[in-house]
């Protein structure tokens, strides 16, 4: 039998998936990124 899992609020992850399309899926999902920037990011 197997056990429903439930959806994440949040995404933690490292400065590897910082990107703008991984960010926005997730938004679109209704899940927050939590990834910290990496140093080359405009602001």
């Not at 609020?9 to 927050?32: Q, S, T, V």
């Amino acid at each position: 039998m197997a056990m429903p899992v439930p959806k994440p609020a949040g995404l933690l992850a490292d400065k590897g998936y910082d990107g703008d399309r991984f960010r926005e899926d997730l938004l679109l999902r209704n899940i927050l990124p939590v990834i910290p920037p990496q140093s080359t990011r405009a602001s």
